[in-house]
């Protein structure tokens, strides 16, 4: 029986280097994929995923599963590496000249925002772990319904269904 992500995680913040090879080779190809499409370019897309799974054999001690599933964390892992990537290289790129994000001035909007964000989290987490992964896959990760299909091995149907009833069920936790 295959060893699931978590404990893959498990084992590479042991220091396991067969537990770290395995999570690579399990989701290296799709994140290369995700960072080839934000970073238009392979050499580019190369390096940072070279950091992107650095990272990971670094700080997989700090994973926290309540939070996310493990995919989640590592497509969080890639876009905060490319968005460093496209800062420091393409500083035009990150940020349009003149535009400022919103409510960066403002502590309050940044406070507010924070505060949905835990309760989004907090509702993500009382989901079933099936819900919960889909979800986070289709709108943290940017994948497709076909590719949360593929990518978590069940048939086309079933993913669709478990990220509508994931919204539906976020949709009355976060009203309550």
Same mark, same amino acid.
């Given at each position: ?37 934000? %970073?238009?370019? #392979?050499?580019?897309?190369? !390096?940072? =995923? ?9 700080? +997989? &001690? *700090? ?12 497509? %969080?892992?890639? #876009?905060?590496?490319?968005? !460093?990537? =496209? ?9 349009? +000249? &003149? *535009? ?33 992964? +889909? ?42």
């Amino acid at each position: 029986m295959e060893p699931s992500n978590q404990q893959l995680l498990t084992g590479i913040a042991a220091g396991d280097q067969q537990a770290f090879a395995e999570f690579y080779d399990r989701h290296s190809p799709r994140v290369y994929g995700l960072l080839l499409k934000w %970073l238009g370019g #392979r050499a580019e897309a190369e !390096d940072v =995923l070279q950091e992107v799974f650095w990272q990971v054999w670094c700080k +997989a &001690g *700090q994973y926290d599963a309540q939070r996310s599933p493990p995919e989640a964390w590592l497509y %969080l892992l890639a #876009r905060s590496r490319s968005t !460093d990537f =496209l800062r420091q290289h393409r500083p035009e790129a990150a940020l349009p +000249a &003149g *535009q400022e994000p919103a409510g960066l001035d403002d502590p309050s909007q940044v406070v507010e925002r924070d505060e949905l964000t835990g309760q989004v989290r907090h509702a993500l987490a009382r989901l079933p772990e099936e819900q919960r992964s +889909a979800v986070v896959l289709t709108f943290y990760a940017g994948l497709t319904n076909e590719q949360v299909a593929r990518y978590q091995g069940i048939p086309l149907g079933t993913a669709k269904t478990r990220i509508r009833l994931g919204m539906e069920r976020l949709r009355c936790l976060l009203r309550d």
